[in-house]
C-alpha cells in the first residue's frame, strides 16, 4: 500500500531570497511563498541516487511508523508497505549484531522474493531493518509480550550494568541489477551500536505509570525514546535515529551504493 502524500508549503527563505521591498514599504514575500509566517518544510534532497529512483517502486519491509516517517525525511514518501511474513524465531544465543543481521536479511529478501514478480514492475528498492536491545550481558530483548514482562524489562535496563545497554539496528537494502549477473540483485547491509543510560533514579512507580501508556508495548526494549519514553533515558552514545529504529545516515549511504554503485553478494544462502 502507498501513503498519502501530504500537501507541502512552500520551503523557508533566506533573507537574500527576499525581493526589494515594495512601493508602500513592505517587505515582499519569498518566492513561491505566501507571505505567512510559520514553519515551512525544506526543499527535498536533490541526490542522484534519489533522483534515480523517484517515482519507481519503492518497497518497505516494515510496519514500523518510525521507520516511514525518518525515510520521509529524505523524500522517500512514496513507499509500499510490506511486512515480512517470517517469524522472527532466530536462537537469542546467537550474538546481538549476527541476530539482528541475518534477521534483517530474512525480512529483505522473502520481501523482495515475494515483489520482484508482482504487478505492476519489479520494485527499484527494498529496504528492510531490525532492531534489537542487548544488555551487558549480551540477552537480547525484543518487544514485551505482556504487562508483567513490559514492567520487568523496563526494570532490568535501569538496575544493571548502571543503566547501559545497546540498541542495534540492521538495516539491508536490495535493488533489482540490469544485467543476468546471479543472483540477479544487489545487496548492502549496515549494522549500527548505540550505547543508551537509563536514568537509574527512574522509580518503580513511573516505570508501572509508563507501561501503562502502551507507547512502548510495540517496541524493543519496551520504551520510545523520540516519544515519552525520554523521560526514562540520562543520555545516549551513538547515533539517536538508531535508536528509534532506522540509522537514516547510514540508510542513505547505502541506498547510494546499491543503486548507483551495484555490488553482487559474495554469500548468497540460496534465500531467493
Not at 193 to 210: G, N, W
Request: aromatic fraction near 4%; charge should be negative.
Amino acid at each position: 500500500m502507498s501513503d498519502t502524500k501530504n500537501p507541502r508549503e512552500p520551503p523557508p527563505a533566506y533573507e537574500d531570497d527576499h525581493k526589494p521591498a515594495a512601493a508602500n514599504g513592505s517587505a515582499a514575500p519569498a518566492p513561491g511563498g505566501t507571505g505567512a509566517r510559520g514553519p515551512r518544510a525544506p526543499l527535498p534532497l536533490n541526490l542522484p541516487a534519489l533522483n534515480m529512483i523517484k517515482g519507481k517502486r519503492i518497497i518497505l519491509a516494515s510496519a514500523s511508523p518510525r521507520r516511514r516517517q525518518l525515510l520521509a525525511q529524505i523524500g522517500l514518501t512514496n513507499l509500499e508497505i510490506h511486512p515480512s511474513p517470517l517469524p522472527e524465531d532466530l536462537s537469542h544465543a546467537l550474538p546481538p549484531f549476527q541476530y539482528v543481521l541475518q534477521t534483517a536479511q530474512q525480512k529483505a529478501t522473502s520481501v523482495y522474493a515475494a515483489t520482484i514478480d508482482s504487478p505492476p514492475e519489479e520494485p527499484a528498492l527494498v529496504i528492510a531493518a531490525d532492531t534489537v536491545i542487548s544488555t551487558h550481558l549480551g540477552e537480547i530483548l525484543e518487544k514485551p509480550r505482556s504487562e508483567r514482562e513490559h514492567v520487568e524489562m523496563l526494570k532490568k535496563l535501569r538496575d544493571e550494568s548502571g543503566g547501559w545497554h545497546k540498541v542495534y539496528t540492521a538495516v539491508v537494502c536490495m535493488a533489482p541489477l540490469d544485467t543476468p549477473i546471479d543472483p540477479g540483485y544487489a545487496m548492502e547491509t549496515h549494522v549500527e551500536e548505540t550505547a543508551v543510560k537509563f536514568d537509574q533514579s527512574v522509580t518503580d512507580e513511573l516505570i508501572l505509570s509508563y507501561v501503562r501508556t502502551r507507547e512502548g508495548a510495540d517496541k524493543a526494549g519496551g520504551y520510545g525514546i523520540q516519544g515519552l519514553g525520554t523521560i526514562l533515558i540520562e543520555k545516549i552514545d551513538g547515533t539517536f535515529d538508531n535508536v528509534v529504529g532506522l540509522p537514516l545516515r547510514a540508510t542513505l549511504q547505502m541506498i547510494e551504493k546499491v543503486v548507483i554503485e551495484p555490488s553482487v553478494p559474495q554469500e548468497v544462502d540460496n534465500v531467493l
